[in-house]
């Protein structure tokens, strides 16, 4: 199928959960278009609907209606097995709880998604080393998560989302366990990502996330209310933005 204009495109996108008078409606109807090297961030109170939103634009979830493509590509229709392999090799996914492998270390860790896209050992280890310089990690590869603190967590479980290059990258709630020096290095991280022209989409209830963003959206009671686009002079800006000092 042809690429249409955009690498992520939802048309109609719900997703319901119960029937009949227990019908709970968590997201309605949500059209978005994301281009490539866009970074859109959406933002509402707890329970809008803004993380059921994330795992279906995912494919962690299915819709109950609509229709979601993936570079050029519906997913809504995909076997589990289709959608586990486009998963693998076209998107990485950062959590709020950061999701690390226990017993892996922080390198291992960073490896795993580009061993299970089927890259070699060889590039798998190369890749994770360089993911690690890159968010300051270098010297904490062959620590285990345990010994890490929330921030280096966080820092890691990126990198890992960038391990198999995905096309898009999606985060929920990415420092909404983090303190505030540790909110800073992973807001600094995002605002790099978005320079370098890397996919991005965020759920936050947090305007220092949104402040790294091309674009906002405003989402509540599972339906896009406002959209806004975002202008970025630099990087300084998201200090200005983000209530920061050092």
């Known amino acids: 199928m042809e690429r249409v204009g955009s690498l992520l495109r939802a048309r109609g996108l719900c997703r319901e959960y119960g029937t009949g008078a227990a019908l709970v409606s968590a997201v309605k109807n949500i059209d978005l278009d994301v281009n490539a090297g866009e970074t859109v961030a959406v933002m509402g109170p707890s329970g809008c609907g803004k993380s059921t939103l994330l795992h279906l ?16 590509r ?48 060889r590039a798998a280890r190369a890749r994770a080393a360089a993911l690690l310089e890159e968010v300051g990690l270098s010297d904490r590869a062959g620590h285990l998560p345990s010994a890490l ?32 020096a540790s909110t800073l290095d992973v807001l600094r991280l995002l605002e ?8 991005l989409v965020i759920v936050t209830h947090d305007e220092r996330i949104a402040a790294t963003a091309d674009r906002l959206i405003s989402m509540r009671d599972g339906s896009f209310i406002e959209e806004m686009r975002l202008a970025h002079g630099s990087s300084t800006r998201l200090g200005e933005l983000a209530g920061f000092e050092r």
């Open 192 to 199: 790099r990502l978005r320079v370098a022209g890397q996919t």
């Open 149 to 180: 603190s929330g921030g280096q967590r966080q820092r890691v479980a990126i990198a890992r989302a960038l391990s198999s290059e995905p096309e898009i990258v999606f985060a929920d709630e990415p420092t909404g366990n983090l303190d505030s």
């Open 57 to 72: 634009l995912g494919g962690l979830e299915r819709p109950s209606r609509g229709e979601l493509q993936l570079a050029g």
């Open 74 to 121: 519906r997913m809504d229709g995909l076997s589990e097995k289709a959608l586990a392999r486009l998963r693998l090799s076209t998107i990485g996914f950062v959590f709020q709880a950061f999701h690390l492998v226990e017993e892996l270390t922080a390198a291992e860790n960073v490896e795993l998604p580009a061993l299970l896209a089927g890259r070699s050992m």
